[in-house]
Every structure is written in structure tokens, then in C-alpha cells.
């Protein structure tokens, strides 16, 4: 779910890695009185391609009340199932705007394993407008370079022409590019492909897991076609529908200042924080003044207040990027904005060489076309006294004018928001997070409410839990293999770290160059959470492709195979080590020039090697 938040996060981001039900064979009809195909086959795409998945292309009426008009087309892709399928299972991700495609192809190996989903076809899908689905662009990347990082508070007329002139430019593009479409890429529009996309597969019913919007997406599924939900798993709940104009505005803020704080009083608690200080939230503020008043460049990029907002909301989606964070910030205390830019750019989705993910424009337009947030508070003035109060780091420069006003002028203004209900028999659950910055827990105690679904708490941080609690996970499992319902209010605590296995031991240990330390601030980069990864760092005197050579050799010694023998040169991809007994390495090898360009600065030593070592027991 990107960030609503006003000015300092405008337009923000989601999260990344980073299902349900049972289903049976039958009608092939959509009872929309359009008739699609799909045909699975092998991707063409090379990522997509090595990582397994089977590839679709799959036609939909750009405006469900005309199904015999204009079509676009979806980019869908499955992860067939094991055995013969019990049915389909869709997945998304959030956003709105964000890849599903790319989230099954991610995540899809931890969806079989920890969620017990390999009885059902996955099926990862981006929406209309998003991915390589249609997707939706109104301005080129060089414009969002300007448009996401112009300065958020602006100081003289100058820098606040500039900030409304990049407003109104992206609606006017937008308006002159698509004109009256923009209503066609609504969250209804999407659930009505998802029942194309089952109909075409031929089962009556759907199960679905979707993570931050795209728990409001299913919602909207489950209210709009009640009797073709297999069962729902509803994680780090989004619910606008019963907002008022007031909530709307001040939700999300409040949810990153909260986790702002509880970052700030880990940092200084923890040697592995190097922003760690005994005030950091002073320190903070005054780096965000200073960048707002003396922004710098870095590899010609402006790294300003507008940069280290997002980097620290993308940073806080995780407690694995804490530390990722911390040393972002301390660079940027002397001058370097590489690790700033770095956790900024993975905030929009954009690409090291400049480009962006469909996310960042789809956002808006999704937004707008499904009648979010449209109407003004009541009281501008005294919602902006209560938001200074409660969020007074997150909600910096916002004036009265930000409160009032959809953001959907010259996009889609008068577009009805759906309120959620659901009559049907199949199980949902919905997940929330007490300390989500993104999706608060208010959103899912209002959707558990409105769909009549059980409501489970996570009291741990983050974003999206299923994949990353054991407790969490335990109920999709029982929910997607009989339906089994967990009590409401049902609680879950954050796993305990995951303790070294026994037969580590056999693992080789440092050779000759090389040396083990604290590496907790990389477990970020590589999406390491301790609680589900045991992972061991060094670093080596040598290069890449040498210590990786050298490591293979070690392991052959101690009876450590290769996952793919071919795979003789180190990549940038993982490699995997397996013994007799089916444990298994996986190894990460990482020049410190490459951490250098993701803002890791002087954390390796010049010319050194990092090496990750991790496992990650699957199923267990």
C-alpha cells in the first residue's frame, strides 16, 4: 500500500516480496456475457523464463459495460500445480499500481512452501494500467525524476511554482493522453478481470491472498461476486470505504510517525544502528531541515528533504531495513545521498538506470478512479492543528490547502467509492498489523466488520505478515487446506530469531582472506528477516568471482554439491549448496563497489568481497 500521506510523502511506496481456498472445476462463464481465453505457455521474457513460471496473455474489455468494445491486454502468470489442481489461487500485492507478475515470480516459492499452496494453480496477474498490463503512462521518467523529488515544502515562490507546475503538468498529460479512460482503471474494473481470468481458467470460484490494496481489491471481489470465493486471506488490511474525510488525511501519517518513533528508540538502543546517537529523532530533523534548505547532489541526482521523507517511509515498511536506514542516514550526514536515493528509488520503483515501474503513475489514476478520499474535512484548519500534534515529523509543510481537494482534479473526480459487504459462505480472514505504518490496524478492524471475517492481530512491525510469521502463516495454512477459521481477535507475536541449525557446523568456515562479522545491516538488501532466516556474513580479501571459486571448492570438500553444477562463475543471483541430508546454503557474493551503489558506504573494506551465507527452512 504506497503512503497517502500528504507533502512529505505525496506519492510513496509499497512494499515488495516481499492464498486460499478451495476451488472446483465447472463454468467457464464469466456471467458478464463476455466470453475470454487463456493459454498458458513458455515465457519469452528470460526472467521470467528461468524462474519457472508458465506465461499468459489474456484480453479484457477496457470498459466492463461494453464487452464487445476496445480490449487490453493482462500479463498473467502461474506456478501450476504439484498435482492435479484443486483450483485457482490469485494473489496481488498492493499499491495500487504494483506487479503481481513480479510478486508471484518472487514470492511464489514461499507461497508453496509456508502457505501449503502447492495444490492450486498460482496465479500472479499486474492490474489494468500497471506492469506490463496496459500500463499507464502519462509523462517520461525524466519528469518523474522532478516530480516525485521536488522539494515537498516549499521555502519561496520559486521552489512552490515548481511544485504545483509538476501537479498540474502530470494531470494535464494524463487528461490529454487517455482522456475519459482514466475512469476504466478502477478497482471494480480490475475484479471484474479477476472473474474473466476465472472463468477462463474453468473453475467457479476463486482463492485469493492479497497484501495491503490488494486486501481492498479482494474485499471488492468478495462483495461484487459473493458466490465464486473459494476462500480469502486478507493480510495488512486497506479498507477507504468508511473513512471519513478527516481519517483519510491523517491514517497513514500517524501510522509512519508511530513507526518513525519506534525506529528511532531501536536505533539508539542498538550498536547495529550507525545513525544511533542519544536524540536520533533530533539528529533526523535536523538532516531533513538541513537538506530542505541545503540539498546536495549525488551522481548528479538533488538529494533533499523530499528524498530523505521517502527513504525513511521505505526503510520503515520492513524491520529488516532498520538498520539498512541508519546507515543511509549517516552517510548523508557527510555528504554522500547514495543510500538515501537508494531506499527512495525502491520507494517508486525506479530502475539504476532511470527508469520506472508503471507504479508510480498507475497510483494516482487507480486512486482517483475508484473514489478514494473525495470529499474535504469539515474543519481544514483544526484537522491540521490535530495532524501537527500527532505527526509532527510526518506531516512537516503541510499547510491547510493540502487537506482540502481530492488530488484528482483533471483525472477522475466523480468516481463512487465501493463499500464492502459480503453474503457468502467461503472463508475470509483478515490480518492487521498493530504497528503497520502503512495500513494501521483501523483498516482491518472496519473490513473484518464489514465482511463478517475473523480479525487476526500481528503486535510485531512491518508490512504484510503471512510470509513472515510462523503464526500468521499456521492459519493460511489450515484456511487453504479444509477452511478452518481462526477465532477472532486471534493474536499474533513476532517470531523468536532463528537459531543456528546443528548441522551448520559442517558448513566450512572462513578461509584464509576471509573473516565472519556483524553483517544485520545487509539483511535488509537481501530481504534477510531473522526470524525465518539463519544467515552468517564475511567478508573476503578477494574478488568476486575468486572468493566465490574458492568457496565452491570448500564446500565440494564437506560434501556440498551445487544446486546447478553449470553455474560455475559467481552472479548476482543466488547459488545454492546441498548435502546428503538435503540441507541446504545459499550464497550471496557482492563486490563493495555494488553495496557502494545501494548506499553502503566504508561498510566493507575497499576492494573486499561480501559473502552471505544463509537457509531458509522451508516448510518448516
Given at each position: 500500500m504506497r503512503s497517502l500521506s500528504v507533502r512529505l510523502f505525496s506519492v510513496a511506496c509499497l512494499a515488495a516480496i516481499p492464498l486460499l481456498g478451495a476451488c472446483g472445476g465447472g463454468s467457464s462463464s464469466s456471467g458478464s456475457g463476455f466470453a475470454g481465453s487463456l493459454e498458458w505457455e513458455e515465457c519469452e521474457d528470460e526472467?521470467?523464463?528461468?524462474?519457472?513460471?508458465?506465461?499468459?496473455?489474456f484480453a479484457v474489455p477496457l470498459d466492463w459495460s461494453d464487452t464487445n468494445g476496445e480490449t487490453i491486454d493482462l500479463a498473467l502468470v502461474r506456478i501450476p500445480a504439484g498435482g492435479e489442481s484443486r483450483g485457482i489461487l490469485l494473489s496481488n500485492p498492493g499499491g495500487p499500481g504494483a506487479s503481481g507478475v513480479d510478486y508471484v515470480v518472487n514470492a511464489g516459492t514461499a507461497m508453496v512452501s509456508d502457505l501449503g499452496l502447492g495444490e492450486y494453480d498460482i496465479v500472479g496477474f499486474d492490474p489494468r494500467g500497471t506492469g506490463r498490463s496496459a500500463p499507464l503512462r502519462c509523462v517520461d521518467d525524466a519528469d518523474l525524476d522532478v516530480w516525485l523529488y521536488v522539494d515537498s515544502t516549499p521555502d519561496d515562490a520559486a521552489e512552490q511554482a515548481l511544485y504545483d507546475e509538476?501537479?498540474?503538468f502530470f494531470e494535464e498529460k494524463c487528461a490529454e493522453v487517455y482522456g475519459d479512460d482514466l475512469r476504466h482503471y478502477s478497482t471494480e474494473a480490475t475484479a471484474r478481470d479477476m472473474d474473466a481470468i476465472r472463468a477462463a481458467s474453468g473453475f467457479d470460484e476463486i482463492a485469493y491472498y492479497g497484501v495491503s490494496y490488494g486486501t481492498y481489491l479482494g474485499g471488492v471481489y468478495a462483495t461484487l461476486f459473493p458466490d465464486r470465493v473459494g476462500a480469502m486471506l486478507l493480510d495488512s488490511a486497506f479498507d477507504p470505504a468508511g473513512d471519513t474525510p478527516e481519517q483519510s488525511r491523517t491514517t497513514q501519517t500517524i501510522g509512519f510517525e508511530k513507526a518513525l518513533n519506534n525506529w528511532a528508540e531501536w536505533c539508539e538502543a542498538n550498536d547495529a544502528c550507525a545513525y544511533r546517537s542519544r536524540d536520533v529523532l533530533a539528529d533526523w530533523d535536523d538532516l531533513v531541515e538541513r537538506l530542505d534548505s541545503d540539498p546536495f547532489e549525488t551522481d548528479g541526482r538533488t538529494v533533499n528533504d523530499t528524498v530523505l521523507g521517502t527513504a525513511t517511509a521505505s526503510a520503515l515498511y520492513s524491520e529488516a531495513q532498520w538498520a539498512q536506514l541508519g546507515v543511509a542516514l549517516a552517510t548523508a550526514e557527510e555528504g554522500d545521498?547514495?543510500?538515501?536515493?537508494?531506499?527512495?528509488?525502491?520507494?517508486?520503483e525506479r530502475s539504476d538506470d532511470g527508469t520506472y515501474a508503471a507504479s508510480s503513475q498507475a497510483f494516482p489514476i487507480i486512486r482517483c478512479a475508484s473514489g478514494f478520499y473525495n470529499e474535504d474535512p469539515a474543519d481544514p484548519e483544526?484537522?491540521?492543528?490535530?495532524?501537527l500534534r500527532e505527526a509532527p515529523r510526518m506531516s512537516k509543510g503541510t499547510t491547510v490547502d493540502d487537506l482540502t481537494g481530492t488530488g484528482c482534479e483533471g483525472l477522475t473526480e466523480d468516481a463512487d467509492i465501493i463499500e464492502l459487504s459480503y453474503d457468502g459462505d467461503a472463508p475470509i480472514v483478515v490480518v492487521g498489523g498493530?504497528?503497520?505504518?502503512?495500513?494501521?490496524?483501523?483498516?482491518?478492524?472496519?473490513m473484518a466488520a464489514s465482511l463478517g471475517a475473523p480479525l487476526v492481530r500481528f503486535t510485531g512491525e512491518g508490512h504484510g505478515f503471512a510470509l513472515d510469521s510462523l503464526c500468521v502463516a499456521d492459519i493460511a495454512l489450515s484456511l487453504f487446506a479444509d477452511g478452518t477459521l481462526p477465532e477472532n481477535e486471534t493474536v499474533c507475536e513476532p517470531d523468536p530469531d532463528l537459531t543456528e541449525p546443528e548441522w551448520w557446523a559442517d558448513v566450512p568456515g572462513p578461509a584464509s582472506g576471509e573473516k565472519r562479522i556483524d553483517g544485520s545491516t545487509f539483511d535488509g538488501l537481501f530481504g534477510f528477516r531473522p526470524s525465518r532466516f539463519w544467515r552468517e556474513y564475511r567478508v573476503s580479501s578477494v574478488g568476486v568471482e575468486e572468493a566465490y571459486a574458492r568457496f565452491v571448492e570448500r564446500m565440494a570438500t564437506a560434501d556440498f554439491v551445487p544446486d546447478d553444477p553449470s553455474a560455475v562463475e559467481a552472479s548476482s543471483a543466488p547459488q545454492f549448496f546441498e548435502d546428503a541430508n538435503g540441507n541446504f546454503v545459499g550464497l550471496f557474493t557482492v563486490s563493495q563497489e555494488e553495496l557502494e551503489s545501494y548506499g553502503f558506504t566504508d561498510v566493507v573494506p575497499q576492494g573486499h568481497t561480501l559473502m552471505a551465507l544463509y537457509w531458509y527452512p522451508l516448510g518448516d
Amino acid at each position: 500500500m504506497r503512503s497517502l500521506s500528504v507533502r512529505l510523502f505525496s506519492v510513496a511506496c509499497l512494499a515488495a516480496i516481499p492464498l486460499l481456498g478451495a476451488c472446483g472445476g465447472g463454468s467457464s462463464s464469466s456471467g458478464s456475457g463476455f466470453a475470454g481465453s487463456l493459454e498458458w505457455e513458455e515465457c519469452e521474457d528470460e526472467n521470467l523464463l528461468a524462474s519457472g513460471v508458465e506465461c499468459a496473455t489474456f484480453a479484457v474489455p477496457l470498459d466492463w459495460s461494453d464487452t464487445n468494445g476496445e480490449t487490453i491486454d493482462l500479463a498473467l502468470v502461474r506456478i501450476p500445480a504439484g498435482g492435479e489442481s484443486r483450483g485457482i489461487l490469485l494473489s496481488n500485492p498492493g499499491g495500487p499500481g504494483a506487479s503481481g507478475v513480479d510478486y508471484v515470480v518472487n514470492a511464489g516459492t514461499a507461497m508453496v512452501s509456508d502457505l501449503g499452496l502447492g495444490e492450486y494453480d498460482i496465479v500472479g496477474f499486474d492490474p489494468r494500467g500497471t506492469g506490463r498490463s496496459a500500463p499507464l503512462r502519462c509523462v517520461d521518467d525524466a519528469d518523474l525524476d522532478v516530480w516525485l523529488y521536488v522539494d515537498s515544502t516549499p521555502d519561496d515562490a520559486a521552489e512552490q511554482a515548481l511544485y504545483d507546475e509538476y501537479d498540474e503538468f502530470f494531470e494535464e498529460k494524463c487528461a490529454e493522453v487517455y482522456g475519459d479512460d482514466l475512469r476504466h482503471y478502477s478497482t471494480e474494473a480490475t475484479a471484474r478481470d479477476m472473474d474473466a481470468i476465472r472463468a477462463a481458467s474453468g473453475f467457479d470460484e476463486i482463492a485469493y491472498y492479497g497484501v495491503s490494496y490488494g486486501t481492498y481489491l479482494g474485499g471488492v471481489y468478495a462483495t461484487l461476486f459473493p458466490d465464486r470465493v473459494g476462500a480469502m486471506l486478507l493480510d495488512s488490511a486497506f479498507d477507504p470505504a468508511g473513512d471519513t474525510p478527516e481519517q483519510s488525511r491523517t491514517t497513514q501519517t500517524i501510522g509512519f510517525e508511530k513507526a518513525l518513533n519506534n525506529w528511532a528508540e531501536w536505533c539508539e538502543a542498538n550498536d547495529a544502528c550507525a545513525y544511533r546517537s542519544r536524540d536520533v529523532l533530533a539528529d533526523w530533523d535536523d538532516l531533513v531541515e538541513r537538506l530542505d534548505s541545503d540539498p546536495f547532489e549525488t551522481d548528479g541526482r538533488t538529494v533533499n528533504d523530499t528524498v530523505l521523507g521517502t527513504a525513511t517511509a521505505s526503510a520503515l515498511y520492513s524491520e529488516a531495513q532498520w538498520a539498512q536506514l541508519g546507515v543511509a542516514l549517516a552517510t548523508a550526514e557527510e555528504g554522500d545521498g547514495t543510500g538515501l536515493l537508494a531506499l527512495a528509488d525502491s520507494y517508486h520503483e525506479r530502475s539504476d538506470d532511470g527508469t520506472y515501474a508503471a507504479s508510480s503513475q498507475a497510483f494516482p489514476i487507480i486512486r482517483c478512479a475508484s473514489g478514494f478520499y473525495n470529499e474535504d474535512p469539515a474543519d481544514p484548519e483544526a484537522l491540521l492543528e490535530t495532524l501537527l500534534r500527532e505527526a509532527p515529523r510526518m506531516s512537516k509543510g503541510t499547510t491547510v490547502d493540502d487537506l482540502t481537494g481530492t488530488g484528482c482534479e483533471g483525472l477522475t473526480e466523480d468516481a463512487d467509492i465501493i463499500e464492502l459487504s459480503y453474503d457468502g459462505d467461503a472463508p475470509i480472514v483478515v490480518v492487521g498489523g498493530e504497528n503497520d505504518p502503512a495500513t494501521p490496524i483501523r483498516w482491518a478492524e472496519e473490513m473484518a466488520a464489514s465482511l463478517g471475517a475473523p480479525l487476526v492481530r500481528f503486535t510485531g512491525e512491518g508490512h504484510g505478515f503471512a510470509l513472515d510469521s510462523l503464526c500468521v502463516a499456521d492459519i493460511a495454512l489450515s484456511l487453504f487446506a479444509d477452511g478452518t477459521l481462526p477465532e477472532n481477535e486471534t493474536v499474533c507475536e513476532p517470531d523468536p530469531d532463528l537459531t543456528e541449525p546443528e548441522w551448520w557446523a559442517d558448513v566450512p568456515g572462513p578461509a584464509s582472506g576471509e573473516k565472519r562479522i556483524d553483517g544485520s545491516t545487509f539483511d535488509g538488501l537481501f530481504g534477510f528477516r531473522p526470524s525465518r532466516f539463519w544467515r552468517e556474513y564475511r567478508v573476503s580479501s578477494v574478488g568476486v568471482e575468486e572468493a566465490y571459486a574458492r568457496f565452491v571448492e570448500r564446500m565440494a570438500t564437506a560434501d556440498f554439491v551445487p544446486d546447478d553444477p553449470s553455474a560455475v562463475e559467481a552472479s548476482s543471483a543466488p547459488q545454492f549448496f546441498e548435502d546428503a541430508n538435503g540441507n541446504f546454503v545459499g550464497l550471496f557474493t557482492v563486490s563493495q563497489e555494488e553495496l557502494e551503489s545501494y548506499g553502503f558506504t566504508d561498510v566493507v573494506p575497499q576492494g573486499h568481497t561480501l559473502m552471505a551465507l544463509y537457509w531458509y527452512p522451508l516448510g518448516d
